[in-house]
């Protein structure tokens, strides 16, 4: 079941990007971090949009982890410790669930000692198992544990759909 097209992500997308910049006006520079697949992707998406209404510069970091199994793997990022340390970060995912992948993204940024961390995402589902919320949400979602929400990203555009 179609959840959300094309042009209702976009317009979250858009909304998201305009939270972000009030939350961060007074910064100069963001790093805008997406876990590897999809929330890089939206981070991606993300990074364009705020450059675009804002004097903000973002970097565009990607989180590697596996999301399957978060404990199993190290956390790495695409830039040095150094680059994040004392700077502002946005995590971004598509489909924020039981909230363990978010927990272990957040803490790659605070070992190498971020000034802020906030987080957004597409969708979040209201299935927490661990401590953690998102700042910024495009859609909050009551759905069923055998339910599963998908973020697709192709060359017809995006969408979010329940299965």
Do not use: W
């Amino acid at each position: 079941m179609l959840v959300l097209d094309n042009d209702q992500i976009q317009k979250k997308i858009h909304r998201l990007a305009f939270q972000v910049y009030e939350d961060f006006l007074e910064e100069n520079a963001l790093i805008v971090a997406g876990i590897n697949g999809n929330g890089f992707e939206l981070a991606k998406i993300l990074c364009e949009q705020l450059e675009n209404i804002s004097p903000i510069q973002c970097t565009l970091v990607e989180i590697q982890l596996d999301k399957q199994n978060p404990s199993a793997a190290s956390t790495s990022l695409s830039i040095s410790g150094e680059e994040v340390k004392n700077k502002p970060v946005l995590i971004v995912d598509d489909v924020l669930n039981t909230g363990k992948t978010m927990v272990y993204a957040i803490s790659a940024f605070i070992r190498d000692g971020s000034s802020i961390i906030r987080t957004a995402v597409l969708a979040d589902r209201n299935h927490k198992k661990f401590p953690v919320a998102a700042n910024f949400v495009g859609i909050s979602m009551a759905t069923t544990l055998q339910e599963h929400l998908s973020f697709s990203i192709s060359k017809n555009g995006y969408a979010l759909e329940l299965q």
